[in-house]
């Protein structure tokens, strides 16, 4: 089955520790982003990449990083310069061009130690 | 920043009647977006409603969009319990590019047996 596969589904950071979430799709999708969801809240854009090399800064990109080295994969890193990263952080796919969806992956929660 | 503002924020409603969501955009778009999220999974796509585009169906979903007014509606109708979840609206600028959506508030819905 194609989809988007998100790993760890719960993850813990110490204090001071960066932290990388896993996003992998077999979808053949060219695009891949990176949300952030607060509780009660929508979603908010860290990163996105339209191609493999390439990704660019979204809404709230400070203390986070990403690398596009597969068109398959797109990991996150939330940094120890990120002073709030409790949250669940959704991954997304999608192809290039007007008026296409993006299809998701099951997120991961981050709490911290 | 969050450009969709849905309303309202939560919903209750037995099961077999209708429910209403609104959603409020601010700048000029190519396609509206709905989208589900159940609780702690990531987000399901319903359906995209084009600009040139006044109202959509799709099952016992209708969309409507009012790009003067700058606002859509998502109707569910004859709604079952299988229908509670968070509904977010999400909008693909004119401008911009990347194909980056931009994603309302949501509005939880919870369907009483």
């Known amino acids: 089955d194609g989809g988007i596969t998100q790993s760890p589904k719960y993850l813990f950071r110490k204090e001071g520790q960066n932290v990388t979430l896993s996003c992998e799709q077999n979808l053949n999708h060219d695009a891949m982003y990176w949300y952030r969801q607060d509780p009660g809240q929508g979603l908010r854009l860290i990163y996105y990449s339209q191609i493999v090399n390439d990704f660019q800064k979204g809404d709230i990109a400070e203390g986070y990083s990403v690398s596009r080295e597969k068109k398959e994969s797109f990991p996150l890193t939330v940094t120890s310069a990120q002073k709030n990263p409790t949250a669940f952080y959704l991954c997304?796919?999608?192809?290039?061009?007007?008026?296409?969806?993006?299809?998701f992956g099951d997120g991961t929660r981050l709490s911290i130690l | 920043s969050q450009q969709g503002e849905e309303d309202p924020q939560a919903l209750s409603i037995q099961e077999g009647e209708n429910a209403t969501m609104n959603c409020s955009y601010k700048t000029s778009i190519n396609n509206l977006q709905w989208y589900r999220q159940n609780s702690g999974r990531g987000l399901v796509h319903l359906i995209l409603i084009r600009s040139n585009e006044r109202e959509k169906h799709s099952g016992r979903l209708r969309v409507t969009l009012d790009t003067s007014k700058k606002s859509s509606s998502l109707l569910i109708t004859a709604s079952r319990a299988a229908d509670t979840a968070s509904y977010f609206c999400a909008t693909d600028a004119l401008t911009g590019g990347g194909n980056k959506l931009t994603f309302g508030t949501g509005t939880q819905l919870k369907v009483e047996l």
């Open positions: 997304a796919s999608g192809v290039l061009g007007v008026r296409q969806p993006q299809h």
